[in-house]
Structure formats: structure tokens, C-alpha cells
Nanobody, 123 residues
Framework: VQLQASGGGSVQAGGSLRLSCAAS????????LGWFRQAPGKERGFVSA????????TYADSVKGRFTISRDNAKRTVYLQMNSLKPEDTAIYYC?????????????????WGLGTLVTVSS
């Protein structure tokens, strides 16, 4: 599975962005998908995940109520709608695929990773 994230950019605090991650190869419909992020000088951390069916979604506490994850299996794409962005959301955002299908918050559960897209939020 190859993953390509896009949609990053620079916005002011309070603004919105929608990230997309397109997948090629592999049984996309059976994979859970997740978003992780890494801010400068910090370790990569969990943001959100969605199960293979889309029925279950999970979020880090820091983004609950502001971010929404969704998927379109026909388009082989997962999305992350980010609203009310804060400067602390500034990071490189990575999408990842978990063949287990559940959508865990642990990076080691994910076998496939995209290259990341940079999100910069200014105050």
C-alpha cells in the first residue's frame, strides 16, 4: 500500500484545512486508517483513526470537537477535516494504514505510512 497525503498549508488560528490521503494498492477497504502528527522537536503522536468500515472513529483529546476523520472507500481516500485550528496544531501530518482494521492510537499498529504534509497555524 502506498499513501499520499495532501492538503497541508498555512492558515491563521481559527481557520480550517482538510487533509486528504489517497491510497494505491492493497485492500484499502479492509484497512483502518489513522492520522498522526509530529511537531518540531517533539515525537510523533496520534491524532485520529477510523476503522475499516468507518463505524468507529477515535480522536486525541487535543483535537476532539475540532477535527473529523472520514473515509471514502470508493475513492480509496481518507480525510481529516480540521476546524478551529490552533498554533499548537502546527506539525507534519502523516496518514497510515493498519491492516488489522480496528484503528488503534498506537503507531506501531500501522504498517504503511505516507510521507506527510505540513500544516502551519499562525497566531
Amino acid at each position: 500500500v502506498q499513501l499520499q497525503a495532501s492538503g497541508g498549508g498555512s492558515v491563521q488560528a481559527g481557520g480550517s484545512l482538510r487533509l486528504s490521503c489517497a491510497a494505491s494498492g492493497g485492500p484499502f477497504g479492509s484497512y483502518a486508517l489513522g492520522w498522526f502528527r509530529q511537531a518540531p522537536g517533539k515525537e510523533r503522536g496520534f491524532v485520529s483513526a477510523i476503522s475499516w468500515s468507518g463505524a468507529t472513529t477515535t480522536y486525541a483529546d487535543s483535537v476532539k470537537g475540532r477535527f473529523t476523520i472520514s473515509r471514502d472507500n470508493a475513492k480509496r481516500t481518507v480525510y481529516l477535516q480540521m476546524n478551529s485550528l490552533k498554533p499548537e496544531d502546527t506539525a507534519i501530518y502523516y496518514c497510515a494504514a493498519d491492516p488489522g482494521g480496528v484503528g488503534e492510537n498506537k503507531s506501531e499498529e500501522y504498517d504503511y505510512w505516507g510521507l506527510g504534509t505540513l500544516v502551519t497555524v499562525s497566531s
